[in-house]
């Protein structure tokens, strides 16, 4: 049983430029969040997503940010336009329930913005 | 506003003595409790929870004391391994469920 899949573990993009960050959950898990992690801080939460749905986008900025979560396939976060603020680690996880036992985390990728 | 606080940033210890790792939460409606344990460029992986039904947890070498009128958790492991030096994170489910809130974690060190 594969773990929380995320790719690509490392992405670097240009200031202006579009980063897509993928996540595939565990098997039969249909709850997926999102948090990032800037240098010596924290992980913050982003968005919370079930298929099809956004349940929470709190943690998300207003522009430039997006998530989804297709019937088919994994949960993407899209970063238009991306400034040198945005580089940090961005982590997913899957539970197959809402959230009060534990969730499993991926590896991450790390975004770095030149 | 941190709900979930972890004031050490980073802790050493020799092989074989205990590790404390501490943890305060500023929410009374926080009823359970996780922590986890993170290596360099990997994911944080769950390490072991409670509930706060319960004052203490335990699990091999690593256990969780949780004093709801101080609002404060800690880990213990005990007796350290070198292997345990990561970045310990303590967390909280929010109240509706959504997220969990994060502590900026501790970096445990063990020195052999």
């Known amino acids: 049983n594969a773990g929380v899949m995320q790719n690509p573990r490392h992405l670097v993009r240009r200031r202006g430029q579009e980063a897509r960050l993928r996540c595939s959950p565990m098997?039969?898990?249909?709850?997926v969040y999102w948090y990032r992690q800037l240098p010596e801080e924290g992980l913050k939460f982003m968005v919370y997503?079930?298929?099809?749905?956004?349940?929470?986008e709190s943690g998300m900025p207003k522009e430039r940010f997006s998530a989804e979560f297709p019937k088919e396939g994994p949960s993407i976060l899209r970063i238009q336009q991306v400034v040198r603020g945005d580089s940090a680690a961005y982590f997913c996880?899957?539970?197959?329930?809402?959230?009060?036992?534990?969730?499993?985390f991926g590896q991450g990728t790390r975004l770095t913005v030149v | 506003d941190q709900q979930v606080k972890q004031n050490s940033p980073s802790l050493s210890v020799q092989e074989g003595r205990i590790s404390i790792l501490n943890c305060d939460y500023t929410?009374?409606?926080?009823?359970?409790f996780l922590w986890y344990k993170k290596y360099p460029a990997e994911g944080p992986t769950f390490l072991i929870s409670?509930?706060?039904?319960?004052d203490k947890n335990e699990d091999g070498r690593f256990t969780v004391f949780l004093n709801k009128s101080a609002k404060h958790l800690s880990l213990h492991i005990v007796p350290s391994q070198p292997g345990d030096s990561a970045v310990y994170f303590c967390?909280?489910?929010?109240?509706?469920?959504?997220?969990?809130?994060f502590g900026t974690g501790t970096s445990l060190t063990v020195i052999p």
């Open positions: 967390a909280a489910p929010s109240n509706t469920g959504n997220q969990f809130y």
């Open positions: 997503l079930q298929k099809e749905n956004i349940i929470d």
């Open positions: 098997k039969g898990h249909s709850h």
């Open positions: 929410n009374s409606m926080f009823d359970y």
């Open positions: 409670i509930s706060s039904i319960k």
């Open positions: 996880a899957s539970s197959p329930a809402q959230v009060g036992t534990e969730a499993f």
